[in-house]
């Protein structure tokens, strides 16, 4: 087995039919058909089953099209690397980040420090939802992502850099007793809130959370933009859950209550997400650096600390 039939494999699986496939290879149909027959040989399994439609893979098929996406990659990889040994760090990097933590706010610092030492590195970034990260790091889409760790998931591994408690945000208006900065679960599960969709990891610890304790969950909406949150709680329509650090970020002109659940109290962690199953190119190794040091510079200059368990009272 040879990296140029796997290509080919991919190509026509890609292309749904072994006609495409070669028009966009520029080789000959009847080669690219013994280019498969090799493969199919070489492995004693039927990898794709033609029809007057195209052609799909077979189990056998789908299996091999998911390591050749890995070897190509890894192979094209080492390639630039090879090329680029002993230059400076160049290539694109994507970067996914929680939005609704306080990983949202390191952006402008990571632009503009990875822009300071490395400027032949364009950084691709995106706010996205742990529902769909798992298979956007395993098939290299996105090489890292700062997120609310989701508990394992195969292909991938997290790097806890933050634990943190959770706190109610809510509206100075709300009626709650004047000087307290905690509160239970029991009495914020009285309040309505906005909250990311279900495949969000915060909101799946929230409702954890107060299923263990028997409690509901008022949910007044959905919602997974800041801005827009911003303005519901301004207008005191609900509240939401966050940590401290992710509440400061997000609000920081805003005089919200920001209260500690307590009774029990509900804990969220911020992991760095890297594929377990390649490792990163030279580029996104340096990108890896820059955001370490700045979620450590951020926590020092705002918390005075740089564990990864932050102070309950920051």
């Not at 990571?110 to 970034?125: K, S, T």
């Not at 706190?167 to 709650?176: G, K, N």
């Not at 997000?250 to 029990?264: A, C, M, N, S, T």
């Not at 969220?268 to 990108?287: F, G």
Request: aromatic share 4%; glycine share 6%.
């Amino acid at each position: 087995m040879d990296t140029r039939k796997l290509s080919y494999f991919v190509q026509i699986v890609d292309s749904g039919s072994i006609t495409k496939a070669a028009a966009a290879l520029h080789v000959a149909q009847p080669a690219l058909s013994q280019q498969v027959s090799a493969l199919e040989n070489d492995l004693k399994q039927r990898l794709l089953i033609r029809s007057k439609q195209g052609v799909e893979p077979t189990a056998a098929g789908h299996t091999l099209y998911r390591h050749a996406q890995s070897i190509l990659r890894l192979v094209e990889q080492a390639r630039q690397d090879v090329a680029t040994s002993g230059a400076a760090p160049s290539g694109r990097v994507s970067i996914a980040i929680a939005p609704y933590s306080m990983a949202s706010s390191l952006t402008p610092q990571i632009i503009r420090e990875v822009g300071r030492r490395y400027p032949d590195i364009v950084v691709h970034l995106t706010e996205i939802f742990g529902g769909v990260l798992s298979e956007a790091i395993k098939n290299g889409r996105l090489d890292m992502a700062l997120i609310y760790e989701p508990g394992k998931i195969r292909g991938v591994q997290f790097t806890t850099m933050i634990v943190e408690d959770l706190h109610l945000v809510v509206h100075p208006d709300v009626d709650i007793e004047h000087g307290k900065d905690t509160i239970t679960l029991a009495e914020a599960s009285t309040v309505g809130l906005f909250l990311p969709e279900k495949n969000h990891t915060l909101r799946q610890l929230i409702e954890k959370g107060l299923a263990d304790q028997k409690l509901p969950l008022r949910l007044v909406g959905e919602v997974e933009s800041v801005p827009s949150l911003t303005r519901l709680i301004r207008a005191n329509l609900g509240g939401t859950v966050l940590p401290k650090s992710a509440a400061d970020a997000l609000f920081p002109d805003q005089d919200f209550k920001v209260l500690r659940i307590i009774e029990p109290g509900l804990q969220s962690k911020i992991a760095l997400c890297t594929p377990d199953h390649e490792p990163l190119s030279e580029a996104a190794s340096a990108v890896l650096m820059v955001v370490k040091e700045m979620l450590h510079q951020q926590l020092i200059s705002k918390y005075g600390t740089d564990p990864v368990q932050l102070p309950a009272h920051p």
